[in-house]
């Protein structure tokens, strides 16, 4: 194995979600190399069904204000706690990744497929973050499936929202997390329905 491929390998082992993110967050052609990895996802049909909207600068607090709305259309008993969370997170983060689905029911490529293949591009870019030395956070919830709240983003049905990736620094270094065993998640079929430990537990 190369020394490349060795580095390459062990940066997607190493990744994990960054949760306490600041500035900076990647602009310009950085910001477009990273998000250009989307391309690269597996998509049955070319399709290309990812959608990615940038929030920045002032356009942060507009944003926290919509997802305020959409958790109280959502829940009238939200509690202010809940509310105030999401509003700082949403309104501080140095960039935040609307991540929207362009879907083609219609088409002959299964609605989930073209799911699938929302997921694999942001995979990608949590990896690119990652390996470029920012940190991401693919964040859904309840407000994920609100479609009024994804038809004021851009995405009316039947498109929808896959959530929203916050991007930035990681505010200290810290330990990458255990990395547990994949072997329970894995089986060796041999013509009979497999099972796997990871169930078992």
């Known amino acids: 194995m190369s020394k490349h491929h060795h580095t390459a390998l062990e940066t997607l082992l190493s990744r994990a979600s960054a949760d306490t993110l600041v500035k900076p967050a990647p602009k310009g052609e950085e910001l477009e190399a990273i998000l250009s990895t989307a391309m690269r996802a597996p998509d049955h049909g070319k399709l290309r069904p990812w959608r990615m909207a940038l929030v920045r600068g002032e356009a942060r607090l507009a944003l926290a204000e919509r997802v305020v709305a959409s958790m109280k259309r959502l829940d009238p008993n939200v509690p202010e706690q809940k509310i105030e969370k999401r509003r700082t997170r949403f309104s501080t983060m140095p960039l935040t990744i609307v991540l929207g689905m ?13 799911q699938l293949a929302v997921g694999a591009a942001a995979m990608n ?4 973050l990652h390996a470029e030395g920012y940190g991401g956070l693919w964040v859904s919830g309840d407000i994920a499936y609100d479609p009024e709240l994804a038809t004021e983003l851009g995405f009316p049905p039947p498109h929808a929202l896959a959530g929203f990736i916050f991007v930035g620094t990681p505010e200290k270094d810290r330990e990458t997390p255990k990395r547990r065993s994949v072997a329970p998640y894995v089986a060796d079929w041999t013509g009979a329905p497999v099972s796997f430990e990871a169930d078992k537990q």
Not at 102 to 114: N, S, W, Y
């Open 125 to 128: 870019i949590l990896n690119a």
């Open 102 to 114: 362009h879907l083609r029911p219609e088409d002959k490529i299964p609605l989930l497929e073209q």
